[in-house]
């Protein structure tokens, strides 16, 4: 028989022997290893533009054509702005090339069957003669990601229209005479120049004078700004990063630039400008990198240079690690505006509404929805103990009690700043405020410091008197750690970067969520603190033997908390729940795709979860 929890615990677990399994090293020590190099930044494929004053945007005055007004009406007012010196990829970025991100960087998290790129042992390969096409069907995140593994970044719209448009103001790329399909690849009034993409650079008439090709047509591409109108005065700006969102729903779309071969004549205006969903993946917009010599240097330890393709070896097009379920999940309820946490207590499921500051419950038998406490500031996170629901409101700098039978309220703590990771049990509530990890006696009904002075503490789990917590300070202070409340011998580390083997390359990875399950094992993620992309590796302890291994790789994931049945966790990332049975394989399957997960509740029969981006709750039956 097992011993109990908190006499088992006596020496750091250690990990040298077993480090991460095959599934975990593919994004984790692969990454620490590998994601640092990135193509060179090189003059060859870059072209240098010297500072300058140029106007930006169209004059309310200025005669438009046939086109009209309202077609130009968000590049107005024109302004004038100024830029510094920067340089721009000369070619829109290639299939080729971002395979290669792929392969050495983001795996399957930016994938898309449609980009024309295949799965093969190893990494990932253009599909044949498509290598030097624009790379399509990615989003923002996608080409910002890339640019910054490329020791780049995304132009901003300012430097996009400058390179396009230069200081004489230009109304097309190449000049101010409005080319055919000889300059530009777009929908040229009743036929397309072509049917499809062309490579990169094929239109040398179309190039700009300083020798920036495709800056209209072939594909539209994503800039760093947020998309809104311009300022109504019209003032004049000195590198600007995006105008100032004067409306709810602006600043939640981001700046496209260019057309493409699906775009019409207008849109090879060096002008002209739309928003699109940071999501979208388009066969019509791509993306090119800009650099400039304020950008960090690579990380220490980093190796730039040229990077090799995989070996072209048994090509698979649809085997993915992410397989999507048959069927779309139930809609418990909806309308709700910025769904978070959801938890399970007398018999009901109970949502925290971040976006109204309520909560409601659910009552699992019939779906009905009931309101039951209003009045939260800015509340973040939400757990129970089974019968009362507690809440951390930054806004409210305070710890609430809300009992959800009546719907009253007891405020714990109040002047906690930036309360989080919350946890409870039937006689403590425990939390981060700032450096300090505080617990709430619902006996004695007082506060006590349990720790203070912790370096970027970020987890926190509560398993009777015993508290688990991470920190994710320096390479030397990312810890994972225990205090035994009821005893005398202080913190004790559990996982630091000797224990776990991966020596000083901890300072790439840190721990966010930890969460005991009821069988006494206690899982935590691992995740790759720097970009582009921090995927992680799931791992889990068996606490009174201390034994454990990671042995599994996520997508990047998101900040709502895991959910356990058994020996299957459900962990949100960022577009999707995953779901990974222990001890079955390396591989882990997807509950649903395309939701962001507030929190979840799980059994053995069903998951339940919030979609903080749509305002539903939505179940599944997973038996």
């Given amino acids: 028989m097992k011993t109990s929890l908190t006499t088992s615990m006596t020496t750091t677990i250690a990990f040298s022997a077993l480090l991460l399994s095959a599934g975990a090293a593919h994004a984790a020590n692969k990454q620490a290893d590998k994601q640092a190099q990135a193509p060179e930044v090189h003059p060859s494929t870059m072209v240098a533009l010297e500072g300058?004053?140029?106007?930006?945007?169209?004059?309310?005055?200025?005669?438009?054509?046939?086109?009209?007004?309202?077609?130009?009406?968000?590049?107005q007012p024109a302004h004038e702005v100024t830029v510094d010196a920067f340089s721009l990829d000369r070619h829109e970025v290639t299939v080729a090339e971002f395979a290669l991100f792929l392969t050495w960087a983001a795996g399957d998290y930016h994938w898309h069957p449609n980009q024309h790129i295949e799965k093969v042992d190893g990494g990932y390969l253009p599909v044949e003669g498509t290598a030097n096409e624009p790379v399509r069907f990615v989003t923002w995140q996608a080409a910002d990601h890339y640019c910054k593994w490329a020791g780049k970044r995304l132009p901003t719209e300012a430097e996009w229209e400058y390179a396009a448009a230069g200081t004489d103001n230009r109304e097309f790329p190449w000049g101010d005479e409005g080319a055919g399909c000889e300059a530009a690849n777009y929908f040229a009034g009743a036929s397309f120049c072509q049917q499809g993409v062309l490579d990169v650079g094929s239109l040398a008439a179309g190039?700009?004078?300083?020798?920036?090709f495709d800056m209209a047509g072939n594909v539209a591409e994503w800039v760093a700004d947020p998309y809104a109108r311009y300022a109504e005065d019209g003032a004049a700006q000195t590198n600007p990063t995006g105008p100032q969102p004067t409306d709810a729903e602006a600043g939640t779309l981001r700046v496209v630039r260019g057309g493409g071969h699906l775009s019409s004549g207008r849109w090879r205006r060096t002008k002209a400008r739309w928003g699109a969903n940071p999501e979208r993946r388009s066969r019509n917009i791509g993306f090119r990198c800009a650099w400039d010599a304020d950008l960090a240097a690579p990380p220490d330890g980093a190796v730039r240079g040229e990077l090799s393709a995989p070996a072209d070896e048994n090509r698979r097009q649809t085997d993915r690690p992410l397989a999507p379920a048959a069927e779309l999940p139930a809609v418990v309820t909806e309308g709700l505006l910025e769904p978070g946490p959801i938890v399970a207590a007398g018999g009901q499921w109970y949502v925290l509404d971040r976006g109204a500051g309520s909560i409601v419950s659910i009552d699992p038998t019939d779906w009905t929805v009931a309101s039951v406490y209003e009045g939260l500031n800015t509340p973040t996170e939400m757990v129970t103990d089974g019968a009362s629901l507690f809440v951390a409101d930054p806004g409210a700098e305070t710890i609430v009690q809300v009992d959800p039978n009546d719907g009253t309220s007891t405020t714990l703590a109040d002047a906690q700043v930036d309360p989080r990771a919350l946890t409870a049990n039937e006689t403590h509530v425990v939390w981060l405020s700032e450096t300090t990890l505080r617990r709430y006696d619902t006996v004695s009904d007082t506060v006590e410091d349990v720790l203070t002075d912790l370096v970027g503490p970020s987890g926190v789990e509560l398993v009777g008197p015993t508290i688990f917590y991470s920190t994710k300070g320096s390479a030397a202070e990312t810890t994972l750690s225990y205090i035994d409340t009821s005893g005398a011998e202080g913190a004790q580390v559990m996982i630091d970067k000797d224990s776990i083997g991966l020596g000083d390359n901890m300072q790439y990875f840190y721990t966010q969520h930890i969460h005991v399950d009821a069988e006494?094992?206690?899982?935590?993620?691992?995740?790759y603190r720097s970009f582009p992309n921090n995927a992680l590796a799931l791992c889990r302890i068996d606490l009174q033997e201390g034994s454990g291994d990671c042995p599994t790789y996520t997508p990047p994931p998101h900040h709502a908390r895991m959910a356990t049945v058994g020996a299957t966790a459900y962990f949100p990332v960022r577009n999707t729940i995953i779901r990974y049975t222990y001890g079955e394989d390396d591989a882990f399957s997807e509950v649903t795709p395309w939701t962001r997960a507030g929190g979840i509740v799980a059994t053995e029969e069903f998951v339940v979860w919030t979609d903080e981006q749509n305002g539903r709750v939505y179940y599944r039956d997973v038996r």
């Avoid at 300058?52 to 590049?75: A, I, K, P, Q």
């Avoid at 190039?207 to 920036?212: A, H, I, L, M, S």
């Fill in 52 to 75: 300058g004053t140029f106007t930006m945007g169209t004059s309310t005055d200025e005669e438009l054509g046939r086109y009209g007004d309202r077609w130009f009406v968000n590049e």
């Fill in 207 to 212: 190039q700009t004078p300083e020798g920036v």
């Fill in 520 to 527: 006494g094992w206690l899982w935590f993620d691992l995740r």
